[in-house]
T-cell receptor, first 111, second 114 residues
Framework: DAKTTQPPSMDCAEGRAANLPCNHSTISGNEYVYWYRQIHSQGPQYIIHGLKNNETNEMASLIITEDRKSSTLILPHATLRDTAVYYCIVRVDGANSKLTFGKGITLSVRP | DTEVTQTPKHLVMGMTNKKSLKCEQHMGHRAMYWYKQKAKKPPELMFVYSYEKLSINESVPSRFSPECPNSSLLNLHLHALQPEDSALYLC?????????????FGPGTRLTVL
């Protein structure tokens, strides 16, 4: 699987949008971009995934650049409960589609 | 029911003890996983079961022994562990292993080996 690069941490104010970047410059054509998050002392939680089109669900939006070498996860109105480690994962669709977690980015939402 | 449950929540054991971790899901998922997570590190895959058969063993030491008695249950038997095995052990499940199925994680069992 291609590796991803994320800044180690970022913060944002409650109620503002949180934009979490991820680089995946060696991504292949059949690899999807996934985002999971892990709130302290809990198991990881799926957020969203996409291939090349932008995606939106009730939790977040995923913006993937046209060359697919980077993406941004957007939490439109961050709350204190969004404080967590966010993992950007590149994952192949196929027989060996395991999740390989990188270091992630720690998002701290401040009041 | 979209929940994966794990018991116990916490476990303290000595290096000579034998203990087991239990994971259960009732979502009809046919793939189940064990991950290990050390403090301030990302989860690392240990085992994958697909249709109750062991599909992947990520070179895990034999002191960890997984078992899948049926499609809803996953156990991890522990024997002769070392203090460095202290970690959060996470169970997950997904509809299938192949493809892009979302994995649902349990809250984990925090294991301390003395």
């Amino acid at each position: 699987d291609a590796k991803t690069t994320q800044p180690p941490s970022m913060d944002c104010a409650e109620g503002r949008a949180a934009n979490l970047p991820c680089n995946h410059s060696t991504i292949s054509g059949n690899e999807y971009v996934y985002w999971y998050r892990q709130i302290h002392s809990q198991g990881p939680q799926y957020i969203i995934h996409g291939l090349k089109n932008n995606e939106t669900n009730e939790m977040a939006s995923l913006i993937i650049t046209e060359d697919r070498k980077s993406s941004t996860l957007i939490l439109p109105h961050a709350t204190l409960r969004d404080t967590a480690v966010y993992y950007c994962i590149v994952r192949v669709d196929g027989a060996n589609s395991k999740l390989t977690f990188g270091k992630g980015i720690t998002l701290s939402v401040r009041p | 029911d979209t929940e994966v449950t794990q018991t116990p929540k916490h476990l303290v054991m000595g290096m000579t003890n034998k203990k087991s971790l239990k994971c259960e899901q009732h979502m009809g998922h046919r793939a189940m996983y064990w991950y290990k997570q050390k403090a301030k590190k990302p989860p690392e895959l240990m085992f994958v079961y697909s249709y109750e058969k062991l599909s992947i063993n990520e070179s895990v030491p034999s002191r960890f022994s997984p078992e899948c008695p049926n499609s809803s249950l996953l156990n991890l038997h522990l024997h002769a562990l070392q203090p460095e095995d202290s970690a959060l052990y996470l169970c997950a499940s997904s509809q299938e292993y192949r493809g892009l199925n979302e994995q649902f994680f349990g809250p984990g069992t925090r294991l301390t080996v003395l």
